[in-house]
């Protein structure tokens, strides 16, 4: 989801290297507002001791042996994918990226003119499960309210390009590269296909 904010960021300061986006469930640079005024409660608190002190033993290899972190063959794909990504030597730069969230969502908040490069959004579409309510501790209304202010702001990304267009993936969480690998290939290759000005392919 940082990788949108990310991505306008790059592009506003290296315009002529940037041809093309594909944002991926992205973040929107007023998403703490927004969901705030949508009476959603959002943490804003600082990382946790936990997850500090995990960062300072990532390198002797510890946190591999706390239970809650274990990649479990049990759970999705996409989740064990996630623990692999972040276990374990990188919980220092995981800690410093959410010390940064909110500088980085300001700042790419300057940057929402991507003018006529192709554009697509794509927007995960799948409810919310039961375990992840609970672990956001957010209730089902909650998340609807969530839902449709997400799908209201991925309609303002969109428009920030004159040819940007959204995908609403419907049965794809969050991890819509996981869960959807054909929609994300899909989108990519019909931005470039635009990129180099050639014909649509047939579906």
């Known amino acids: 989801s940082m990788g949108g904010p990310y991505s306008l960021v790059f592009t506003g300061l290296y315009p002529r290297e940037v041809a093309g986006l594909v944002l991926v469930d992205a973040s929107h640079p007023d998403q703490v507002q927004r969901l705030r005024d949508a009476g959603i409660k959002i943490d804003e608190t600082n990382p946790s001791f936990i997850l500090k002190a995990i960062a300072a033993l990532a390198w002797s290899g510890l946190p591999r042996m706390i239970p809650a972190l274990r990649v479990d063959s049990n759970r999705p794909i996409h989740v064990q994918r996630v623990g692999n990504a972040y276990l374990a030597t990188s919980f220092a730069a995981v ?53 449709i202010v997400w799908r209201q702001m991925h309609n303002e990304e969109t428009a920030w390009s004159s040819r940007g267009r959204q995908i609403v993936v419907p049965d794809a969480s969050h991890y819509i590269q996981f869960d959807r690998p054909d929609v994300v290939i899909a989108a990519v290759r019909e931005v470039v296909r635009e990129v180099r000005q050639l014909p649509a392919t047939p579906p």
């Open 95 to 147: 800690l410093r990226e959410l010390e940064g969230a909110n500088a980085a969502l300001t700042t790419s908040g300057h940057f929402r003119n991507l003018g006529d490069r192709p554009l697509r959004v794509l927007t995960a579409g799948r409810a919310l499960s039961d375990e992840t309510l609970k672990a956001l501790k957010l209730s089902r209304a909650d998340a609807d309210r969530l839902g």
